[in-house]
């Protein structure tokens, strides 16, 4: 699941500055962490009430679901052309 080099002209495909797209795909993995991290934290504040475990949580090994890395998934997601962005004369957002 490692991250494949990609080609400048790749990204020059998408936008002129590089820079632009570094910054572009640096938001999306933020963005995908983030997500990441709520939804686990919904899901430990839904086993838990009123901050009290009813159970200790065994985790098996076996169980393990190995993830995407956030860096893989805006890399990719940039190169293919599922990314739009407005760039603001102060900031560029991902939408």
Do not use: C
């Not at 997500?35 to 009123?50: A, C, D, H, P």
């Not at 956030?70 to 739009?84: H, I, K, Q, W, Y």
């Amino acid at each position: 699941m490692g991250l494949e080099p990609i080609s400048i002209k790749n990204m020059e495909e998408k936008t002129n500055d590089l820079y632009e797209a570094v910054v572009v795909m640096s938001k999306k993995a933020k963005q995908v962490t983030n997500e990441r991290t709520l939804e686990k934290l919904m899901l430990v504040s839904e086993q838990t009430e009123m901050g009290v475990f009813d159970e200790e949580q065994n985790i098996n090994p076996d169980d393990y679901e190995e993830l995407t890395k956030p860096t893989t998934v805006a890399v990719n997601s940039f190169v293919d052309g599922e990314l739009t962005w407005v760039n603001n004369a102060n900031e560029t957002e991902n939408i």
